[in-house]
């Protein structure tokens, strides 16, 4: 398994690595290690470069099954398989998994089915390929007059006829690993941008008379990469859109949907209402019959059932059943209130226990209690 996460990511414009950007509340390149864990595979490789230290350190401490590698000179994707081919000692396996670090959105069974495609039809490589309605950035799929695989030609060196198709290469390719070992170093930097290309292999492996194979997925969102913040936010809105969805589908109302903020790590229990221009982020836990009303900002915290937020800030406390706060109350980390409690408008809590039923009434400021 092979995520290729050495570069800067020009288009966004940012000192941030690309991968360390983040979708909701987590970096673009969590979800891709997240997602190839759950394939249980031998080796996980993560190619770095640029700013390396920074995903190395990230990567090291959220993932430390995965090896790194490093890229110095970022020259392409081939080059940077290169990188993996030359680690001494690796068990490789059979099959090598190639993703980009930027794809958030691809999915498990995708990923299966890629893989049960290249080793049940005995290709060299598979790569998923989907139709888009904008391929612009993407790779196109070159086929002759039989719909079969040519080659891949990046945009950049594509004519103005191949810039018209819109069946694009997703950048996730399964390899037979002799197959990609034997001819990844003779790829060229004959091209605009004078790169090593992966794409380049498919051509190469068809011309030695490998069988090459595609996977089309039935959407073209799966495919999506991030190449810019426009395409960071689009992303990010597919990924609320569908937390927001499986969080209705279990017995919760969200009224304004697309103005609310819900982390995929957010628990919430049925019949919870949580009402437009929410920000609700982190290890937070929201009790069934429970109510967060218009803009609340709820972070890291456990709120009971029957409990009723109003326009405010609570970040690492735990608020007890049957509560109800604000509007406009900031209750701090540390915080623990009994069941029964009512605190009132613009009050401030700070590392406090407030006891079952005490009412704490409006602009007061209670800390370290």
Do not use: W
Not at 223 to 238: K, P
Not at 303 to 311: D, H, K, L, Q, Y
Not at 315 to 341: A, D, K, M, Q, W
Request: one cysteine or more; hydrophobic letters at 35%; charged letters at 25%.
């Amino acid at each position: 398994m092979v995520i290729l996460a050495a570069g800067k990511g020009k288009r966004m414009k940012s000192e941030i690595p690309k991968v360390l950007h983040q979708i909701l509340g987590q970096p673009i390149l969590y979800y891709v290690l997240s997602l190839v864990g759950k394939l249980n595979p031998k080796n996980i490789f993560t190619v770095i470069g640029y700013r390396k230290e920074l995903v190395s350190e990230y990567i090291k401490n959220n993932f430390p099954q995965t090896k790194t590698v490093t890229q110095e000179n970022q020259l392409g994707t081939a080059h940077a398989v290169c990188a993996i081919k030359r680690r001494k000692g690796e068990n490789f396996g059979k099959n090598i998994l190639i993703l980009p670090g930027d794809s958030p959105l691809v999915n498990i069974e995708t990923l299966r089915k890629l893989v049960e495609k290249r080793i049940n039809s005995g290709s060299a490589a598979c790569v998923i390929i989907s139709i888009v309605p904008d391929p612009e950035g993407y790779g196109r799929i070159i086929k002759d007059r039989n719909e079969n695989i040519v080659k891949i030609v990046e945009e950049t060196d594509a004519s103005p006829e191949e810039r018209k198709i819109c069946e694009v290469s997703s950048s996730i390719y399964c390899f037979d690993t002799k197959s990609l070992f034997e001819n990844i170093e003779k790829i060229n930097t004959k091209n605009i941008q004078k790169e090593y290309y992966l794409t380049d292999i498919i051509e190469m492996l068809i011309k030695n008379g490998k069988k090459v194979n595609c996977f089309k997925t039935p959407g073209y969102q799966e495919v999506m990469g991030i190449n810019d913040r426009l395409q960071l936010s689009e992303v990010e809105n597919i990924m609320q859109r569908k937390i927001n969805e499986s969080l209705m589908k279990n017995g919760v109302t969200i009224r304004g949907s697309g103005s609310c903020y819900i982390e995929s790590s957010v628990v919430i229990d049925k019949d919870v209402i949580i009402e437009p221009s929410c920000f609700i982020k982190g290890k937070t836990r929201i009790g069934k019959n429970s109510t967060v009303g218009p803009f609340c900002q709820v972070t890291d915290t456990d709120i009971g059932e029957g409990t009723r937020i109003n326009a405010s800030v609570i970040l690492g406390s735990v608020i007890g059943n049957n509560n109800n706060i604000g509007p406009y109350s900031y209750i701090r980390p540390g915080t623990v209130t009994g069941s029964n409690v009512k605190i009132g408008a613009f009050c401030e809590i700070k590392k406090s226990k407030i006891a079952r039923g005490s009412k704490v009434p409006h602009l007061n400021y209670i800390g370290d209690t």
